[in-house]
């Protein structure tokens, strides 16, 4: 197996790495807090692909037993393992709560502020 192949076979990985770095290059370079909100949530899509990916098996199936007969019973059935799949159904939930958690502070922000600008915000608490 080549170098190229190599790259290829893991196209995953590097999807989930251009993913997480977009989304701390995100949070750490905006000063908008609505942009750091999205940051962190293409971050942690990242970590989700990353969990969902280790989790499948190439031709493996939902773990249902199955009924198989002799001649099939050669060829056992691979299974996928489900907890990964199950922790990041969780993780989404939890995910959504603190995305509306923080809008919702970003809204208080904008009302007490009059601006989400992280700088803006800072020169008029040192203003103050």
Do not use: C
């Amino acid at each position: 197996m080549n170098l190229f192949d190599q790259f290829l076979g893991h196209y995953n990985y590097w999807v989930v790495i251009f993913l997480m770095m977009t989304g701390f290059y995100a949070v750490i370079a905006s000063d908008n807090l609505i942009k750091k909100i999205v940051g962190l949530n293409i971050f942690q899509t990242a970590v989700f692909i990353l969990y969902i990916s280790m989790g499948k098996i190439i031709g493996g199936t939902a773990p249902i037993v199955v009924t198989q007969t002799a001649e099939q019973a050669a060829n056992p059935v691979v299974y996928s393992n489900p907890l990964p799949h199950v922790l990041i159904l969780t993780a989404i939930v939890v995910g959504i709560a603190t995305t509306a958690l923080g809008l919702a502070l970003v809204i208080r922000i904008k009302e007490a502020y009059g601006t989400i600008e992280e700088d803006e915000i800072l020169a008029k608490d040192a203003d103050a």
